[in-house]
């Protein structure tokens, strides 16, 4: 079997930014909350009737593709990881397909909310490895902001998140030391309405809930909103941040180990940790909990607050640019999110 690597990264952001002044003149929180709990200074909105989480898709693979010094002909399997498609259903991926042209080519859409990317860069390294697929694109795209609460009854999840999109493209290699080493995936679905978008969805009306958490009395309701829905407005995403958080933190350093005892290898020995950026108190509390020098961790949400699936590959491809992922260094991603979902990958780049 061969390994995958990363032939090619791109990313592209909005380029509209929001700050947490522009926030403070629709809802009432201030910067300085902001900053001290999250670090986010600001984040970039997608523009209304123009852009979309798979339009934004589209321009990253572009530059992916471009890097990986093929063209959009060669892609033969496409995966998108979003939490905010274009669409109830379809996927992003065939809306990604049909922009680029690409039509006729296998196209996967998963639904691994901040831990997309880590478990898409798994499925992709499967086929790869495989030798099932050449040219794998995989694209983390979100677009937060058309579907945020902007009362200041939503902010202490609108204040987080932005939009913005990063795409990788994978291909075999020989060389059986560099390329993707390993990957590790986890969930915990006990925890599956601590961060939750719960509707339109067809629960039905289920208790679907632990005794433990409990769930929210939800109305019957489908693929569409009750009118009661409307009333309570429970239509957008609530997050029980302090539950976040505490898991966040022990999970994180969790699985980034697990990568590093897999391969034999120490937290000494990382070049580079790119943890899904979900906050920078909780990346800081990552890197002392493992002694990493400041060198060693990526951080970027300051400027973009929390994408996502985008996360990873924009903070990747920034780190890249920027002359800090180089030929032979060893990267660590790891994520957490909704779910609770979990993963980690080592890479020889
Ligand atoms: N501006 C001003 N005040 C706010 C805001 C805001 N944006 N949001 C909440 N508050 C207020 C609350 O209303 C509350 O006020 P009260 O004391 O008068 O009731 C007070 O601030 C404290 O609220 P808490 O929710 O207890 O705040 P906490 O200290 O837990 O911080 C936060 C909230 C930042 C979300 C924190 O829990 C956290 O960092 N959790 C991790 C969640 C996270 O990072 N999620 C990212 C997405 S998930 C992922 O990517 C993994």
Known sequence: MKNAKIAGIGYYVPEKIVTNNDLTKVMDTSDEWIQERTGIKERRYAEKHKESTSTLGVKAAEIAIERAGITAADVDFIIFATLSPDYYFPGCAVLLQRQMGIQGIGALDIRNQCSGFVYGLSIADQFVKTGMYKN?????????????????????????????????????????????????????????????????????????????????????????????????????????????????????????????????????????????????????????????????????????????????????????????????????????GSGFTWGSALIRW
């Open 136 to 336: 794998v694109l995989l694209v983390g795209s979100e677009v937060h902001s058309f579907g945020l609460d902007f009362s200041t009854k939503g902010r202490n999840v609108t204040v987080i998140f932005g939009d913005g999109a990063g795409a990788v493209v994978l291909q075999p290699t020989d060389d059986k030391k560099s390329g993707i080493l390993s990957t590790h995936l986890h969930a915990d679905g006990d925890y599956a309405e601590k961060l939750a978008y719960l509707n339109p969805g067809c629960h039905g009306g289920v208790h679907l809930g632990t005794e433990e958490f409990g769930y929210p009395d939800q109305e019957f309701g489908g693929a569409y909103l009750t009118e009661k829905m409307w009333q309570d407005e429970q239509y957008y995403p609530n997050m029980e941040g302090q539950a976040v958080f505490k898991m966040a933190v022990q999970k994180f350093p969790e699985v980034i180990m697990e990568a590093l005892q897999t391969n034999g290898l120490e937290t000494k020995d990382v070049d580079m940790l790119i943890p899904h950026q979900a906050n920078l108190r909780i990346s800081q509390f990552v890197q002392k909990r493992l002694g990493l020098r400041d060198d060693q961790v990526w951080n970027n949400i300051q400027k973009y607050g929390n994408t996502t699936a985008a996360s990873i590959p924009i903070a990747l491809c920034e780190a890249w640019e920027a002359g800090k992922v180089k030929d032979g260094d060893l990267v660590c991603m790891a994520a957490f």
